[in-house]
Nanobody, 124 residues
Framework: QVQLVESGGGLVQDGGSLRLSCAAS????????MGWFRQAPGKEREFVAA????????YYADSVKGRFTISRDNAKNTVYLQMNNLKPEDTAVYYC?????????????????WGKGTLVTVSS
């Protein structure tokens, strides 16, 4: 089992920044690829970004490329999502998730473990 707890959400103005964190506990965190997903009100959950466990390679949704950065610290069992130049359409509940699979397959949303999410609200 892997337990995931997100933090860092909140209210920010258009153009602002936030950093989300996801703390993991349980099984060996370093052997799992990690992803961030989001779900806006009335919409389906969508892939945002992912990072591999082996070489820390990354993969992003086109909608966030160049604005968001995913990173991880295996010593702290934590994955981060730095979000810059936030827009109102980024408003959503953000979830982190873990899976033992290639990061490019994570766009399917099929993951092994999920956190409960943290709300990000971007005001215009």
């Amino acid at each position: 089992q892997v337990q995931l707890v997100e933090s860092g959400g909140g209210l920010v103005q258009d153009g602002g920044s936030l950093r989300l964190s996801c703390a993991a506990s349980g099984r060996i965190f370093s052997s799992y690829a990690m992803g961030w997903f989001r779900q806006a009100p009335g919409k389906e959950r969508e892939f945002v970004a992912a990072i591999s466990w082996r070489d820390f390679s990354t993969y992003y949704a086109d909608s966030v490329k160049g604005r968001f950065t995913i990173s991880r610290d295996n010593a702290k069992n934590t994955v981060y999502l730095q979000m810059n130049n936030l827009k109102p359409e980024d408003t959503a509940v953000y979830y982190c998730a873990a899976a033992q699979r290639h990061i490019r397959t994570m766009t399917s949303g099929v993951m092994d473990y999920w956190g409960k999410g943290t709300l990000v609200t971007v005001s215009s």
